[in-house]
Each structure stands twice: as structure tokens, then as C-alpha cells.
């Protein structure tokens, strides 16, 4: 905190009025942290929010905190802009130097920059060239990379650094402002502004990021001292902190709100983390650059990343102090190049700003006092270089000297650069933001157009083209494994971003064979940023319009999938919202010919371990596992080769996940049901059967118990073979007349429709999915026209939207019935496949 | 006899902290006679030598420098918050009048101003309203913070005129811009000599007649204040008891009846002791919307986890932290003080505390420290079961009553480490060091 003050004596010396007290030198204290306070920041005592101000709050209210949290990839046409804020105000005329104008020399016999001697100015025109120090930025320019505008400014200057930035920053001229040009911008955007829209390298907010209603982000320079550990030990404590916020404590609106701004700390500095390695080694603008492309690079969304140098204040001194921050202008901007990936460099742009330029006569102490107008940079890869606007007269209106103490007058209003950047590369919303229109400058390629050397942005995670018709696969046998990992996006991958999807090639590995049609997948959602949810469908198709599991984001959530495969053998998974994690285990594989065919049966519990059922009637422990012999019992024929179980945990004591896979086999690296403490967890398992005709299940977590109910087999001797379709819904109860289903079954019909045959249909897989529920209770489907069973797909929760994979017997009349518990209950119900003999 | 509940809830308001032999002291008497002990303030002890003099180097040369004077003033008044002041409602109550008749130091930059003005502020604490504000308005700090030091007949700057009526004393609305006229020009004159002592300077004071809140005649800029607080009397008295319940109880809640009773009494003795009494006698500051609707501010928090550790600002350095938080002493981000609750709330904030809460927590695992503050070495919370580990901790930072969400979460964490990591020898220091640092952010602990 709280540097010692960097000594701006002489800048108050000329602001000061006639008043001598204002020269004793105890009032001093001007720099940029001094700046940020008296418009009204220093991070959090941030001036907008008294009582109950839910406009900013509402990131951090319970229901509303996730959307905060978005992040995701940029469109490819999303522009990003860069601001270099120069703090002190920067002399226009020593950086861009009219050397071809004999006044500059007239005027500053004792700092001019020439043409020859040692550090000769870079000339870039016959009129105009750059300081010395500014190497790189001329090497962009002569990629016509740089725009130069000319003498920017406000109307009626004011002399004084605290009115000067704070109208810069304001993006307003006159009062005191409370909110800034960016932050407006963000109010504009919406919904779509979040934790990772805007965001300030350093860890203080400046005015100009701080809206009405949203603020941007501060992301310190050597990332979050707190919560960015990747590691697993941190990140089960974070863990716990974050559950602070799983749901409200019943303690006010307040103590939800802390939760969930730990919680949105935390989300940062850990999305953030993989950023600040390898460790940058730069320092100054450099470094903050640096951190800038790094976090443009990692696609998490922002569109404005705002940096800051400091100390341009150049009373005396001027041609070493001014040259030492040139150089660290142009360091930056080459770091920042050189850090940029190529895929974003056509659509990212740099701007400088300085709240004035300073005066055309130097003093006698080789320095310069505050000004006015000065010149700066835009720079990009869709920038079209060059000079731009009026260079500012440097003589007076008379043709003769500017008097002594005269400044020079602004030739472009600020503002103009502002509507340039807000409607040429943040989408528009200029003439909103900045109160009234102000002329643009034409200095902008389309953004995302391809220049330069610069190849094509690709669009992250775009699926593969769909380049088949949706067909069914063949009659198919089963063959069930020992469950293998095909994917886990945490592992060196990137999580699913909004809209996006990934490919997962399913055959040709892992024991699955090239020539396998379907797979039983068992996908898992995991710390996902919103509530989403994902589809999973063969990757040669369409995406249909249909959802194998729902997250409700922050939470670890998986589902069994059958789904067809590709001609080459992969799946698409794609993810609505925000973004998640995604983890695919294989458990089984369809193949055409010999192979295991589907047994349905009856519902029968084979494990309880609260009554004794199936295993000692004690929980079990964490870290261990039990052995479920199945082979002949509920059912299940002596030679199945693998079952189809609805296992559920209740009551376990901590977090933690279940494996299932065959006995006597080493246990795999794969999961099949996550678990909080407390919570009741049911998920479809298809499991391969080992040694003595069993099933392992394993418990990763604290003490549960667990309860198993099957409802089916797939052996060699006899069965029906799967039909695997490419996903269709069937029911969406929210649709239509909107009649959310009560304690009366309904009846859907699910075959002559969506790819499922009018005959030989014995049974269909099914994702069903519970959501918006009034109440706790179960859901279950079963045959139209036979006695309800007393078994459970599925557990509901009231206001969640809970999904799982269901293979059901069809009735006699070619319909399921689907009973619901308890309140009401909107049902989706998708078909992924069928069996047929 | 009070109700333990409604003990620690006025003592967490009133003394940054419930501090158990407080709850018990408290608990046998009636809420008003424990409301009237909290209240029991003497007069404090003078500043520090090293902050309470001019840190003129011309006059003296081995005068600290203003900067380390800073520092120590930070420092000194945390220490004091948490563990010097007998009765810390004093600090409480100066904490309250630094953000309402707030000064900066980067604008004073003078810690011998600030500090001096922060000592009127703990004298005056429970005192007469009318002469603190007497007071208040000739301290080098305010003639410097808000310009008045540069107010003149001949160059007249209104900055303070206007503050003092819509900040100070009124609220906004209460005035026309033709008494801010006035009154800017019967503070003309009012300014400091060159060692930034107060100075009277009847050659720049404006000795033409002028009407303020239709009072005419040479109005010098005490009269302002006198005639505020008798024509607006009800008004001022109404903002100012308002200003402490949403201090001391929660912004948004406040019972007007009860408060604008309050206010009438206060407006006939300005006698702050009373109106504060009167305000934490009103049933309505304890009810749910006032126990669950302050949130601390980072001052308020920092002082909890000191108390609660037993580890000074020596120790602690919190005035490192604090800027992080969004609430340095001395440093107010402008004329109207630090917002409450939600302006403390952003996800940097909440790092910042995460990592004044990480600093403490690696002092608590120091044995020899942990002895030296009369407490046991917190490493052991390992070898508890998990219930007694979240007890200890709960007790620690008194998380109560804690919320079932809270206990759930630290259990978790708990039990997840004891799976993950059987042999109870083996890293379980990192278990104990986690829960801590979890239990000193936990939303009840960021909760007054």
C-alpha cells in the first residue's frame, strides 16, 4: 500500500493558485494512487455502492453470482482493446516530434530532439518522427500497424492532473465524475459484461473501468496472492471455501453475498493462474503487457485490458526521465507483440492515453510544465497505419512565437478516439457511452480480417462439420470393459466454453475396437462457471436438439450416455454456458455381429447396504471398496457378462465419487457418480462383470452407503441388440400447453417416430431429465400399461434440473409412462437408442 | 439479566469483538446497565510522543519523517482498536467521526495533522456534539482537507461552507446555495500560521454584514455552526442519530419512530452518550434485519482477527493489508467517508483479506508466538475429531452462532483431508493451517 509520495513539486507549484500556503510543500502527493482516491476509488472503498445497491451486488447474490463468472471464448469477430494509460502527462511534442517545424527548436533549445547527434529521433515522414527510444513502434509502424493521432485533447483545458484524468478517464469534461468511459460501456453490454469483460492489470480499479452498475476487474500484476494454487492440496481447500456459497446459509442477504464474492475471488485467481506461468521476469509496462497478452492468449473473454506507467511528469530533467519511460513504452508494446499468439492479433488493438501534453517551451531545467493536447497511439494488426487528424499549430494565431507561458490548442477531442474504439472494436454504444456523438476516426480494418502476417483466427473448439446424414446404426451386440478415460479436460486441456464443443474419439483405442457403431459413455460435468448443460452426439452430425446431463455450474455432475459413434468413431460434446470441465470414461462399446445382447428386467434391489442387502449392512468406508456378486442374483442370468445398475449413494459423510468395474480387475482410473456430504446421488452404471460373476464398487470419499437396484443384463446366449440413434427429443413438458407433470403417470409413445421402428422394439434408452420441480421425489418410467414399480430413475430436487440415462422396457401400446412423486415436475425426455431382436 | 445472544450481538457492534470475559461481565447485569458499562468511557492518554509533534526537520532534525510517523500512527490506532483502549467503543466511536467529519492524509500529508484531528475525534468520542463540531471545524486537518486554510474575503473557496452543510451537519437539500455563499464568507480568515497551527486572520475574514438561515449581521464562521444547530436543530439531529444507526446497527433499517425520538432528545443536549445509549436500547437493533445486515468493514475485521489471534499490529501489519481491503485509516476515498457493506465486497477485496487472514494463520501455527498470546498451539487441531477441530476453530473467531452452511463446509474440509490423508502424523499441518485460515473468512466472520 501507500508509497511514499512521488514528488510532484513543481507540477503544484503551477497548478497552485496565488495563495503561498499552497507552495509549503506539505501538499504534495500527486501520483496515480492519489489520482485514483479523490475521483472516489482505492479498490472496494468504491464510491458506487452504499446499502443495499443489488445493481453491482447482484454478481454475488446466490441465484445470479454464477453468471458473473462466464468467461469464454471471444467471438472471432470480438475486438479486444489494450489501454496504455501514461500517468503524469506525457510530452506529445518530445514523443511524436515535428522536427521538420523550426518553433520546436525555438522553443525547447535545451531538450529538442534532432535528426543527428547521438540519439538521432526515428523520422517517419519528412515533418514528423519518433523518440529515439521508440524502435519497435516504428518497426509497426512500417508494417502499417501504427495509427498516430494528432493533437488530442479537451475542450478548456484545466491544468491540473486530478481534473485532467479524471475527465480522461470519465470520458466526460467537467464535475466531479463518479464513473468512467469503460465501466459505461460495460453497463451497456449487459448481461454479457462479467468477471472477465474488463479488467485492470494492478490491484487497484481506475475510474475509467468503474461503471454505474458493473466495474471491471482487478487482476494484480504477479497474480492473486490468494487462491490461484493449482495444486491439489489447495484446491480442496479452496473447495471448502467455495461451498461456503453451494447454497444460502439462511443468514441474510449478506452472508450469501461474502460467500459468493470468496467464491468469485477464488473462480479468478485460479482461472487466472495458468497465466502467470513461466514467471514473467520483465518488470514495468513490460510486465503489465506482458500479463495482458498472456490473459488475451488464454481466450477467457475480456475485450478491454487496461495498463498504466506512471511518473511522466517531467518538470526537469526531461531528456533522461522522458527517454527512460519511451523506453519502457516501446519494451511494453514489444512484449506485448511478442507474447500475443498470432490467432488474436488481427482483432486486438492498443491505445495510449495521458490526461494532457505539455508545454511547447521548455523550462530551465530541461523540463517541460503541464499542457494540453498531445499526440498518441492506436496500434494493431487492423489498424491502418498512419498519421491521422491536424497536427496542432505551433504558432500563435498570429504567425509569431506561442507566448511563453501559451499551450498549444487540441486539434481531435478525446472522445473521438473513444467512439473510435467503442463502435470500431467493442461492438458500438459509442454515443451512449460518451454522452453525444463525436466524429470517428476511419483508422480500423474490419476487425478480424486477416493482415499482414497474420494467419486466420481459427474458431476455438468449433465441432467437426457435420458431413452426414443422421442414420442409425446397425442391429449392435455389447461388449462391456473394464471403464477407461478417454478425456479429462483438466489434464493439460482446455474446459468447454460456451456454445463450444469437443470431439472425444471413442474407437480405434482405450480396448475399443474401429469398428464399434455405439458406446455407453459415462460423461461428467465439472466445475462448470454457470448453469449449462452438455449434449453428447455422434461427431458427424448436426447437433440435435437434446442434453445428456445438467450442471448447475460450481459442481461436479455426471451421466451414463449411450450415444451412436461416428463413422470415424467419435462423439461431439458440447456445452451451452459459460464454461466447464469435462470428463469421459468409457464403459462399453456396441459392435455389430457377436457380442452381448440387452436383458431387461424387473427392477430388482441387489445392494442396500443400510438393510444387509448385497453386503454387510454398514456404510461403506472411504477408500475402500466392496464386492457386489450379481451373476444370478435379481435376475440376472448366470452367464451375463455385464449389468445395467441404478446405483445410488445416500448419506455419505464427505465429498467424493464412486467407481464401478469388474472384480478382481485393477481398479481404473474413472468414475461413475460424484457425491457431496449429504447428498442423495442415483446414476445409470453399465458394468462389466469379473471374477465371480461381481461387480467392484469403489468409494473414493467419506463413509456412504450405497444401494444398487438392476435392471438388466447383456449376455451372448440371447437378447436384443442395440440400435444406437442419433439423439431426438421425444418430450419437453415445458413446451406446448407448458403442463408440468403431477402424481398421475403420462404415457409417451416412443416408437414409429424419431428413428425408433413401429415393431421389434423391446426396449429404449432414454436421457430423462427432471428440472424446475416444486418439490423432493423421485421419477420413474416404466412400462405403459403394467403396475407402477416401486423403483426410481431418478431423484428430483426442488428447483434443480437433475438428468439421467434410462433404459426402459416398452409397453405393450409402444409407450413408457413416466411417474412423478412428488409436486410438480416438468420432464424431457430424449432417445438415444433402442433394442430390437 | 440480558440474553447471552443479545450480549455478544451489542458488544460485536460495540467493541469490535465479543470477547468472552466481556459476554460474562456483561451478561449479569440488565441490557441498560451493560449498555450504560460499554459506554463508560474515561478521557484517553495523550498521543504518542513520535506522532504528537510537528514533524517539522527544519525545526527539528531528528523529528521522524512524516511517512514513518504515518506508519506508526496506523499501527498505534490498530493496536489500540483491538487491545489498549479499556473501553474500545472510544475507538468505535473515532472510527465513526474519522469517516463523518473525515480528513486524508494524502491531501492534509501532514500525520501530526491527522493524528491531532484523530485525538479530537477519541476525546470527543461520547462527548457534546456542538463542540466537537466547534472543534472539528478550526483542526489544521479539515482547515487543510477541505481548503478552508485558503478561504479569503478576497478569494473565497466554499469547499468547506458546502461540506459542513451537506456532509457535516444537514444532508443535502437542506440549504440554498445563497447560504453556502454566506457561510463560505464567514469562514474567511480561518486558516493556520506557518508551523500549521489554527490562525484567526482577521485581515482575510469578511466582515461585511451577511444572512444565513435568516440570521443577519458580521456572522464569523462559529455562528454558522451555532445557528445550524439551533434553526435546523430537529434536522441535524435526525441525520446525525441516523448516520449512528446505520454505523452501529445496518444501513436500510432504520425505525423511524424510534430514532426521530432519539433525535428530539439529542437536539435539546447534543449529548452523544445519550442518543447512542437510547439508539442500542431500541428493540429493533436486535432483530434478524440489523444482526445479519452489517457487514465489517475491513478496519472492523482486521481488529476482529488481532483480538482474536491475541497478535499486535507489530505482529500483524495490517496497515500492509488494509489498502488491498478498501479501508486505510487516515486515507477515506473522498469528502463523504467509506460506503458501507456492499462497497466492501469485490473479489480483490476479498483476496486481500484471504491474505491478511493466511498471514495470521502461519503466526497462529507458531508455538512459541502462540504461547507468548496465553493460547495453545492451534497445530494440534490434527489430532482432533473433526467435530472438536470445527469447534475450536468456531470458537476462535467466534462463529456464533454458525451457520449449519459454514459448519458443513469446514467439516468437509475437514473430513476430505482425514480421507485423503489417513496416518494422522503425516501433513497434517496443512489440514490445520487450512481450517484456520477458512474459519477467519468465513461469512460470519466478515459479518459485525
Not at chain 1, 446424414?469 to 479436460?489: C, E, H, K, N, Q
Not at chain 2, 424510534?258 to 439508539?279: E, M, R
Not at chain 2, 489440514?431 to 459485525?448: D, G, K, R, V, Y
Amino acid at each position: 500500500m501507500l508509497d511514499p509520495d512521488i514528488s510532484a513539486r513543481d507540477a503544484l507549484a503551477l497548478l497552485s493558485t496565488n495563495d503561498a500556503h499552497r507552495l509549503d510543500g506539505t501538499r504534495e502527493g500527486f501520483n496515480r494512487r492519489r489520482f485514483l482516491q479523490m475521483v472516489g476509488l482505492g479498490l472496494g472503498g468504491g464510491a458506487v455502492l452504499s446499502g443495499l445497491d443489488t445493481g453491482v451486488l447482484g454478481q454475488f447474490l446466490p441465484d445470479e453470482w454464477r453468471q458473473a463468472f462466464a468467461g469464454g471464448p471471444l467471438g472471432p469477430t470480438d475486438g479486444v482493446l489494450v489501454i496504455i494509460g501514461m500517468y503524469g502527462g506525457n510530452d506529445g511534442l518530445n514523443t511524436v516530434i515535428p522536427y521538420s517545424n523550426p518553433r520546436y527548436y525555438e522553443y525547447r533549445t535545451n531538450i529538442a530532439l534532432r535528426t543527428t547527434g547521438t540519439n538521432p529521433l526515428i523520422p517517419i515522414n519528412d515533418d514528423f518522427g519518433l523518440h529515439h527510444n521508440l524502435s519497435f513502434v516504428k518497426a509497426l509502424y512500417d508494417q502499417q500497424q501504427v495509427a498516430i493521432l494528432h493533437g488530442v485533447g479537451y475542450p478548456n483545458p484545466d491544468l491540473s492532473h486530478f481534473n485532467s484524468m479524471a475527465y480522461w478517464m470519465a470520458g466526460k469534461v467537467g464535475g466531479t465524475p463518479s464513473n468512467g468511459w469503460i465501466g459505461r460501456w460495460l453497463d451497456g453490454i449487459g448481461a454479457r459484461a462479467d468477471l472477465y469483460t474488463a479488467g485492470t492489470i494492478g490491484s487497484s480499479l481506475p475510474l475509467h473501468l468503474l461503471g454505474q452498475v458493473k466495474r471491471g476487474t482487478a487482476i494484480p500484476e504477479n497474480g492473486f496472492g490468494f487462491g490461484g494454487d493449482t495444486d491439489a492440496v489447495q484446491t480442496r481447500f479452496y473447495n471448502g471455501i467455495k461451498s461456503y456459497s453451494s447454497q444460502s446459509a439462511g443468514r441474510g442477504i449478506w452472508h450469501d453475498a461474502i460467500a459468493g464474492a470468496s467464491r468469485g475471488q477464488i473462480d479468478l485467481a485460479q482461472r487466472v493462474a495458468p497465466i502467470f506461468e513461466p514467471e514473467i521476469t520483465s518488470d514495468s509496462l513490460a510486465k503489465k503487457l506482458t500479463v495482458a497478452a498472456r490473459l488475451i492468449n488464454a481466450d477467457l473473454g475480456f475485450r478491454v485490458l487496461d495498463t498504466s506507467l506512471d511518473s511522466f511528469d517531467h518538470h526537469s530533467g526531461e531528456p533522461y526521465e522522458h527517454g527512460q519511460k519511451m523506453q519502457e513504452l516501446n519494451d511494453g508494446i514489444a512484449a506485448f507483440f511478442a507474447t500475443l499468439s498470432p490467432t488474436f492479433a488481427n482483432r486486438v488493438t492498443l491505445m495510449t492515453f495521458s490526461e494532457f501534453g505539455r508545454t511547447p517551451w521548455s523550462n530551465d531545467s530541461q523540463g517541460t510544465d503541464h499542457g494540453t493536447a498531445g499526440a498518441h497511439f492506436v496500434i494493431g494488426g487492423n489498424v491502418k497505419g498512419g498519421l491521422y487528424g491536424t497536427p496542432p499549430s505551433l504558432s500563435s494565431s498570429t504567425g509569431g512565437q506561442i507566448e511563453r507561458w501559451g499551450r498549444i490548442k487540441m486539434t481531435m477531442d478525446f472522445r473521438s478516439m473513444y467512439a473510435t474504439m467503442i463502435d470500431g472494436l467493442l461492438g458500438g454504444g459509442a454515443s451512449t457511452v460518451l454522452g453525444g456523438n463525436f466524429e470517428k476516426i476511419d483508422l480500423f480494418r474490419p476487425v478480424g480480417a486477416p493482415v499482414g502476417n497474420f494467419p486466420d483466427p481459427g474458431v476455438p473448439g468449433s465441432p467437426s462439420t457435420p458431413t452426414v446424414p443422421a442414420t442409425p446404426s446397425g442391429p449392435a451386440s455389447f461388449v462391456g470393459m473394464t471403464p477407461a478415460r478417454l478425456i479429462d479436460t483438466r489434464d493439460g486441456g482446455a474446459p468447454i466454453g460456451a456454445a463450444s464443443s469437443i470431439t472425444v474419439q471413442v474407437s480405434g483405442g482405450h480396448g475399443v475396437p474401429a469398428d464399434a457403431v455405439a458406446a455407453v459413455l459415462n460423461v461428467t460435468a465439472v466445475d462448470g462457471t454457470d448453469p449449462s448443460y452438455l449434449t453428447v452426439w455422434p461427431a458427424d452430425v448436426a447437433k440435435p436438439n437434446t442434453s445428456s446431463l445438467n450442471t448447475r455450474g460450481g459442481d461436479v455432475v455426471p451421466n451414463l450416455v449411450i450415444s451412436k459413434l461416428s463413422a470415424a468413431g467419435a462423439v461431439n460434446v458440447f456445452n451451452l454456458a459459460g464454461m466447464t470441465h469435462c470428463v469421459v470414461d468409457v464403459v462399453g462399446y456396441f459392435v455389430g455381429g457377436s457380442g452381448s445382447r440387452f436383458t431387461s428386467l424387473s427392477p430388482s434391489r441387489v445392494l442396500d447396504t443400510r438393510d444387509g442387502i448385497g453386503a454387510p449392512a454398514t456404510a461403506v468406508g472411504p477408500g475402500t471398496s466392496i464386492d457386489l456378486v450379481v451373476s444370478g442374483v435379481g435376475g440376472v442370468a448366470a452367464d451375463a457378462d455385464a449389468v445395467v445398475l441404478n446405483v445410488t449413494v445416500t448419506e455419505p459423510t464427505a465429498a467424493g465419487f464412486i467407481t464401478a468395474w469388474p472384480a478382481g480387475a485393477p481398479r481404473p482410473t474413472a468414475s461413475n457418480l460424484n457425491f457431496v456430504a449429504g447428498q442423495t446421488v442415483p446414476n445409470l452404471v453399465v458394468a462389466k462383470l469379473g471374477a465371480g460373476g461381481a461387480v467392484s464398487l469403489f468409494n473414493s470419499g467419506g463413509s456412504t452407503h450405497l444401494v444398487a437396484d438392476v435392471l438388466g443384463c447383456f449376455r451372448s446366449a440371447d437378447g436384443a441388440r442395440l440400435i444406437a440413434l442419433s439423439p431426438a427429443r421425444l418430450l419437453d413438458t415445458r413446451e406446448g400447453s407448458g403442463q408440468a407433470v403431477l402424481q398421475t403417470p403420462i404415457t409417451l409413445s416412443v416408437v414409429n417416430r424419431d428413428g425408433v421402428p413401429a415393431s421389434g422394439v423391446t426396449g429404449v434408452v432414454l436421457n430423462v431429465t427432471a428440472t424446475g420441480g416444486s418439490a423432493n421425489g423421485y421419477v420413474t418410467v416404466f412400462p405403459s400399461g403394467e403396475a407402477r414399480p416401486m423403483a426410481s430413475n431418478l431423484n428430483t430436487v426442488a428447483g434443480a434440473t437433475r438428468a439421467n440415462l434410462v433404459i426402459a422396457k416398452v409397453g405393450a401400446d409402444g409407450a413408457v409412462a413416466l411417474f412423478n412423486s412428488a409436486g410438480a415436475q416438468h420432464l424431457v425426455v430424449d432417445v438415444v437408442g433402442y433394442f430390437t431382436t | 439479566m440480558a440474553e447471552q445472544a443479545q450480549i455478544e450481538h451489542l458488544l460485536r457492534r460495540t467493541e469490535f469483538v465479543a470477547r468472552p470475559a466481556r459476554v460474562a461481565a456483561l451478561m449479569a447485569l440488565s441490557l441498560e446497565a451493560a449498555i450504560d458499562d460499554i459506554l463508560a468511557v474515561s478521557a484517553p492518554p495523550a498521543l504518542p510522543t513520535y506522532i504528537d509533534h510537528n514533524n517539522d526537520r527544519d525545526l527539528d532534525p531528528a523529528a521522524p519523517s512524516n511517512w514513518d510517523q504515518y506508519v506508526y500512527s496506523l499501527k498505534w490506532w490498530f493496536d489500540r482498536m483491538a487491545f489498549d483502549s479499556p473501553k474500545p467503543i472510544q475507538e468505535k466511536m473515532t472510527l465513526f467521526w474519522h469517516g463523518h467529519f473525515t480528513s486524508d492524509w494524502w491531501k492534509v500529508y501532514d500525520t501530526w495533522a491527522m493524528t491531532s484531528q484523530n485525538q479530537l475525534y477519541r476525546v470527543n468520542a461520547l462527548g457534546n456534539f456542538q463542540t466537537l463540531a466547534q472543534q472539528m471545524a478550526i483542526e489544521p486537518a479539515m482547515l487543510r482537507y477541505l481548503d478552508n486554510a485558503d478561504n479569503t474575503k478576497s478569494s473565497p473557496n466554499q469547499n468547506f461552507a458546502r461540506e459542513l452543510m451537506e456532509l457535516f451537519l444537514l444532508g443535502v437539500g437542506n440549504y440554498t446555495e445563497a447560504d453556502v455563499e454566506a457561510s463560505s464568507a464567514a469562514w474567511t480568515g480561518h486558516t493556520l500560521d506557518d508551523d500549521g497551527h489554527y490562525w484567526f486572520r482577521t485581515d482575510r475574514h469578511n466582515n461585511l454584514s451577511k444572512t444565513f438561515f435568516a440570521v443577519t449581521g458580521n456572522l464569523n464562521g462559529p455562528d454558522i455552526i451555532n445557528i445550524i444547530l439551533d434553526k435546523k436543530k430537529q434536522i441535524a439531529a435526525r441525520y446525525i442519530v441516523g448516520k449512528l444507526w446505520d454505523f452501529f446497527a445496518a444501513p436500510g433499517t432504520q425505525p423511524n419512530d424510534g430514532l426521530d425520538a432519539i433525535a428530539t432528545t439529542f437536539a435539546s443536549n447534543w449529548d452523544i452518550k445519550v442518543a447512542l445509549k437510547a439508539i442500542l436500547l431500541l428493540p429493533e437493533f436486535y432483530t434478524d434485519p440489523v444482526k445479519q445486515g452489517l457487514i465489517r468493514s475491513p478496519i472492523d475485521w482486521v481488529v476482529a482477527v488481532m483480538v482474536q489471534t491475541g497478535y499486535r499490529a507489530g505482529l500483524l501489519n495490517p496497515q500492509w493489508y488494509v489498502e488491498g481491503m478498501g479501508q486505510v485509516p487516515f486515507s477515506p476515498p473522498n469528502v463523504s467517508g467509506w460506503r458501507p457493506n456492499g462497497a466492501w465486497i469485490n473479489t480483490s477485496s476479498m483476496g486481500s483479506r484471504a491474505e491478511f487472514a493466511r498471514n495470521a494463520t502461519w503466526r497462529l501455527r507458531d508455538a512459541q508466538l502462540a504461547q507468548n498470546a496465553g493460547r495453545g498451539d492451534m497445530g494440534n487441531l490434527w489430532t482432533l475429531p473433526v467435530d472438536q477441530a470445527v469447534d475450536t476453530v468456531a470458537a476462535l473467531f467466534a462463529l456464533n452462532p454458525m451457520s449449519v452452511r459454514t459448519r458443513t463446509a469446514l467439516s468437509d474440509y475437514a473430513n476430505g483431508e482425514r480421507t485423503l490423508l489417513p496416518k494422522a502424523d503425516r501433513n497434517g499441518w496443512w489440514m490445520a493451517t487450512n481450517l484456520l485460515t477458512m474459519a477467519m473468512i468465513a461469512p460470519e466472520m466478515h459479518l459485525a
